[in-house]
């Protein structure tokens, strides 16, 4: 079975820190791992996704296969970065569904 | 360009009754894909239409039904509806790439409330 774990519901840093967001998966075979991001009274919107190896706003994500998790970093958290976190993964084969975690809210505080 | 579109962005029904939401996929995208999101959960895969066809369907009842157009725009149709459907209703279109890498641009939603 595909599954997504968020295992924090709540991140709270402070101005500056470092900041890691936990997400471990569940799925037989070789998936594509996608972080998503909402702002306050924004869209959902991606933010990286693992094969094309970015760092957006200082964050990245690298993928451990025998961990199966894919957690991102980010060196050191600005106010900005507050929004809801999404991890989600999907199959490689044509246009499979994308299957969410729960979603992590991160507070940074100044 | 206008991303993706969806109509309306709130509304209120009561249990039983039946309700249709809208969606415009972002310009140059032919493949739409619908999405629950309860209050505290993700977004959970519904449906996906791509060539006036549901392609693939996520763990949802068959009150769940939609349909897409030849303009690629759809509707979400949720009949007999029950206090639990209450949640943001999330549109979300891609184009149809053959590697599969495409990526989906969410609308801002549609927030049903049941009572």
């Known amino acids: 079975a595909q599954r997504v774990t968020q295992p924090e519901k709540l991140l709270s840093v402070f101005k500056g820190a470092p900041v890691e967001l936990k997400c471990n998966y569940s799925y037989s075979g070789s998936p594509e791992l996608f972080w998503y991001v909402q702002y306050s009274r924004q869209r959902l919107q991606l933010l990286l996704r693992h094969i094309s190896r970015e760092s957006i706003k200082g964050f990245t994500a690298d993928l451990n296969k025998g961990e199966t998790s894919f957690h991102l970093k980010k060196p050191f958290a600005q106010e900005e970065d507050s929004a809801m976190y999404y991890c989600?993964?999907?199959?490689?084969?044509?246009?499979?569904?994308?299957?969410f975690g729960k979603g992590t809210r991160l507070s940074v505080i100044a | 360009d206008a991303g993706v579109t969806q109509s309306p962005t709130h509304l209120i029904k009561t249990r039983g009754q039946q309700v249709t939401l809208r969606c415009s996929p972002k310009?140059?995208?032919?493949?739409v894909s619908w999405y629950q999101q309860a209050l505290g959960q993700g977004p959970q895969f519904i449906f996906q239409y791509y060539e006036e066809e549901e392609r693939q369907r996520g763990n949802f009842p068959d009150r769940f039904s939609g349909h897409q157009f030849p303009n690629y725009s759809s509707e979400l149709n949720v009949n007999a509806l029950l206090l639990g459907d209450s949640a943001l209703y999330l549109c979300?279109?891609?184009?149809?790439?053959?590697?599969?890498?495409?990526?989906?641009?969410f609308g801002a939603g549609s927030r049903l409330t049941v009572l």
């Open positions: 989600a993964l999907r199959g490689h084969s044509g246009n499979t569904p994308l299957v």
């Open positions: 310009s140059g995208h032919d493949t």
């Open positions: 979300a279109s891609s184009p149809v790439a053959i590697s599969g890498a495409n990526v989906l641009t």
